[in-house]
């Protein structure tokens, strides 16, 4: 009888641990799998989405609202659907013993649903005040930090911190009243001691009636007292579950928001792109002033191999010309075709992977400059990184760092001069062999000897490739096979420099007065 009751509560210790143990891996799986998910689909919203979301929101998504939802699974839904379980069979026990009392003790239960739901609505309500806080304080966090160059140079410090702590206070007392509902709502279960009293009023009435033993009222009793324990981890648990659902929500919101630009239906490989570009009245307008067309109309063929400078004021197009041909966003109106084929007729990776791009202020990842090379082409092998570095004359300033390709970047790649950066930017479009090239302002904010070094580079990527530059030294443009000037989203000119000079309107205009300008500030120099 001794070894049965050791090895029937052994058995019932391992049964335990293996139900904790296989639903916490079930849970973490699954969780792990959502977050990769959300990740993915992060990554595939559109430029229109990341403008305007914060990103310090997005990470605490992806981050905390992930934990908290693993940690309700894990340590809160095995226990409340054993609760519920427990539960049942007792009421199922109850009814079986005595139907009347039975009634009785659950005339109450409505009572306690109804104080249970409301106070959870409530601690719902402040659950998703304290989270929107809590990514306000992560947004704030986040924007300080990628800007604290400017902070610091501005001396924010101070406002900054303050504008955190208030939100960090407002935090503190939404937790705190999160915390008091939820005592309040575990205070509830205590409604059901009145269901002990009226059985025990009606309980004690049926025995003298002699309608029921003492033995029988006893038994009852002690299985209404069995289930009253449920009922208050019930109690405790809804509190944790429903702040988990707050977060569950906040996921479910983003994953139901549709990407923007996407796989067309059908949409096929591209093949390898011969270069030829054609722009045929398209129009474009953001989302955020959808009655001011960044684009209008605009239409203009480039030739496989051409070099075509795009030129104008700030403001008039033409990064959200080239936005289009990669299809960051498409446009309203018109049609873009490469080789003749609308672009939409292509998955976008494919599309993407056969145009490189240069900007003016590269991004450089927090890895290896090998890795950052590697980027353009994933896949790439040692040697064609050297060699993409050798064309972007990266490879000599790289050799000189303590560890090389090896060496590893800080974030953004600060820790590397402006023209260090773009060298590397220019191995990495330059190891994608892609037959599109897109340059956006590449030699801005460099010195002289810089700029030669990028400029030979440059020259050398994109040597046979079709080329738009997006310029404002028209001295860089003059050199090029086509130059449009752009201006309030319309080609307003386009020809060669000299045809451009003779036809004497905008873009001559503006040539002469930046020659002007430079002339000044060259006789300036020799004056000094």
């Known amino acids: 009888m001794t070894f049965s009751i050791i090895g029937v509560a052994a058995l019932s210790a391992v049964s335990a641990y293996i139900s904790i143990v296989s639903l916490s891996i079930a849970a973490s799986r699954i969780i792990t799998e959502i977050r ?14 990341h403008y305007q979301a914060k990103s310090g929101d997005l990470l605490t998504r992806i981050t905390s609202d992930i934990d908290r939802i ?44 109804l104080s249970t739901l409301k106070i959870t609505q409530r601690i719902r309500q402040v659950a998703q005040r304290q ?29 900054l911190a303050q504008l955190f702590a208030h939100d960090n206070r407002k935090s503190l007392e939404e937790c705190a009243r999160t915390q008091q509902f939820s005592a309040g709502l575990k205070r509830t279960a205590e409604i059901m001691a009145i269901a002990t009293a009226l059985v025990l009023w009606r309980g004690i009435y049926l025995v003298q009636q002699g309608a029921a033993t003492p033995g029988d009222l006893l038994v009852f009793i002690t299985y209404l007292k069995t289930a009253f324990k449920p009922t208050r981890e019930l109690a405790k648990q809804m509190a944790k579950i429903t702040r988990g659902i707050v977060s569950a929500e906040r996921i479910i919101d983003l994953l139901n928001i549709a990407p923007e630009v996407q796989d067309a239906k059908g949409a096929i490989a591209a093949p390898p792109f011969q270069g030829a570009i054609s722009f045929r ?65 292509y998955q976008l990776d494919s599309l993407r992977s056969q145009i490189s791009i240069v900007l003016q202020d590269s991004i450089l990842f927090g890895t290896s400059i090998r890795d950052n090379i590697a980027y353009g082409a994933l896949g790439a092998t040692d040697a064609e990184v050297r060699q993409a570095a050798k064309l972007a004359n990266a490879h000599d300033f790289i050799m000189a760092l303590p560890e090389g390709y090896s060496t590893l970047m800080s974030e ?57 530059l997006i310029t404002h030294d028209l001295g860089v443009s003059q050199n090029y096979d086509q130059i449009l000037y752009i201006e309030s989203g319309q080609v307003l000119e386009q020809g060669t420099h000299a045809e451009l000079m003779q036809q004497g309107q905008h873009y001559a205009a503006l040539y002469q007065l930046q020659s002007a300008i430079d002339v000044k500030n060259s006789s300036h120099e020799v004056t000094l």
Not at 36 to 49: I, K, N, T
Not at 92 to 109: H, K, N
């Open 70 to 113: 693993r940690d309700v699974t894990v340590n809160h839904a095995l226990p409340l659907m054993i609760n519920v379980f427990t539960l049942v069979c007792m009421v199922g026990v109850m009814f079986w013993m005595d139907w009347e009392l039975a009634v009785i003790a659950l005339a109450v239960f409505p009572v306690f649903l």
């Open 412 to 468: 953004r790649g600060v820790t590397l001069s402006g023209g260090q950066r773009q060298r590397v930017a220019i191995a990495r479009a330059a190891i994608r062999k892609a037959p599109i090239v897109i340059l956006d302002e590449p030699t801005v904010g460099l010195d002289n000897k810089s700029e030669q070094a990028v400029n030979e580079a440059l020259s050398r990527l994109t040597q046979d490739c079709t080329t738009i």
């Open 131 to 159: 989270r929107r806080r809590e990514s306000a304080m992560a947004a704030t966090a986040a924007e300080s930090m990628g800007a604290i160059k400017v902070v610091q140079a501005l001396s924010l410090e101070t406002m």
């Open 281 to 345: 009245n398209v129009s474009f307008a953001y989302q955020a002033e959808p009655a001011k067309p960044t684009l209008k109309d605009l239409s203009f063929e480039v030739q496989p191999g051409e070099h075509i400078a795009l030129v104008g004021p700030s403001g008039g197009g033409k990064s959200t010309l080239v936005s289009l041909l990669l299809r960051l966003y498409d446009p309203q109106l018109g049609r873009i075709l490469i080789d003749g084929q609308d672009l939409r007729r």
């Open 36 to 49: 990769s998910e959300l990740y993915a689909h992060l990554q595939r919203l559109s430029l229109a989405f």
